[in-house]
């Protein structure tokens, strides 16, 4: 078996063996997010015409959860190698820095995508399951993944310990995830609130994901895809860049 494939496995794994850390955890903080927000205001907030605060809420949450664990997956295992030492162990095979990024990239596209289906499965028991257009809520879920999980091979690199890994989640991912429209439409928002959240990336990918589910968003998909698709290409191409430069993996 060539290196890739092993490495892909490898980081598949690494999550997979401790699933009720990395995986059923997130869901049940979606959980509970899900089961506190709908008690309080399903009765007195409707979003959209004819969709219920719990069905507008879900989308949001299965969303967010599958972004900050793409991130989380490839942010923690660089961390970890670099910290305990065996970071050499994947950079001393004949790995092409294409290669090293795609495992890396699809391992945290998986996290991601398994943690959202769990929340979905668990958001089943208070909805409808059915998806109004499916094709277009894989698009962005896929997408979004693979923008986060671009996000954390950078971070990875970058950070030195711990400490720093949790300084981006907290100052950058956090509020990049919640102040995106999860909770909320940004039609509620005061005008200039309006535009500021119409900078944030992550409000495109949440939105074109929930209109995959409801059929209705605050912006076109389109004009979604049209923000996520190049930002999701820039950061790929600057975890690569890193990558071919060595940058506090190789010096």
């Known amino acids: 078996m060539s290196g890739f494939p092993m490495l892909l496995r490898k980081e598949i794994l690494r999550f997979w063996k401790v699933a009720f850390q990395t995986v059923m955890a997130p869901v049940l903080n979606a959980l509970l997010y899900l089961l506190i927000f709908s008690h309080v205001l399903e009765a007195h907030v409707q979003v959209y015409p004819g969709i219920g605060y719990t069905a507008f809420l879900i989308p949001g949450l299965v969303m967010m959860s599958a972004l900050q664990n793409a991130f989380a997956n490839s942010s923690s295992s660089l961390i970890q190698s670099k910290i305990t030492g065996n970071i050499v162990f994947v950079l001393l095979p004949p790995?092409?820095?294409?290669?090293?990024?795609?495992?890396?990239?699809?391992?945290?596209?998986?996290?991601?995508?398994?943690?959202?289906?769990?929340?979905?499965?668990?958001?089943?028991?208070?909805?409808?399951?059915?998806?109004?257009?499916?094709?277009?809520?894989?698009?962005?879920?896929?997408?979004?993944?693979?923008?986060?999980?671009?996000?954390?091979?950078?971070?990875?690199?970058?950070?030195?310990?711990?400490?720093?890994?949790?300084?981006?989640?907290?100052?950058?991912?956090?509020?990049?995830?919640?102040?995106?429209?999860?909770?909320?439409?940004?039609?509620?928002?005061?005008?200039?609130?309006?535009?500021?959240?119409?900078?944030n990336p992550v409000f495109y990918m949440i939105d074109g994901f929930r209109y995959g589910f409801h059929g209705i968003s605050d912006v076109s998909p389109w004009h979604s895809l049209a923000v996520i698709l190049p930002c999701t290409l820039l950061i790929c191409l600057l975890s690569l860049q890193l990558l071919r430069s060595g940058y506090k993996l190789r010096t």
Do not use: C
Not at 110 to 127: D, E, K, S, T, Y
Not at 147 to 154: D, L
Not at 155 to 177: C, E, M, R, S, Y
């Open 95 to 199: 790995l092409s820095e294409l290669e090293f990024f795609g495992a890396y990239l699809i391992a945290a596209i998986v996290r991601g995508l398994v943690v959202g289906v769990g929340v979905w499965l668990v958001g089943m028991v208070f909805i409808d399951p059915g998806l109004a257009h499916p094709i277009w809520a894989l698009v962005f879920a896929i997408l979004a993944s693979a923008a986060f999980g671009a996000i954390g091979i950078v971070a990875g690199i970058w950070a030195d310990k711990f400490d720093h890994l949790a300084g981006v989640q907290n100052f950058v991912i956090l509020p990049l995830t919640f102040l995106s429209g999860v909770f909320y439409s940004i039609h509620s928002l005061s005008p200039f609130w309006q535009s500021v959240s119409h900078l």
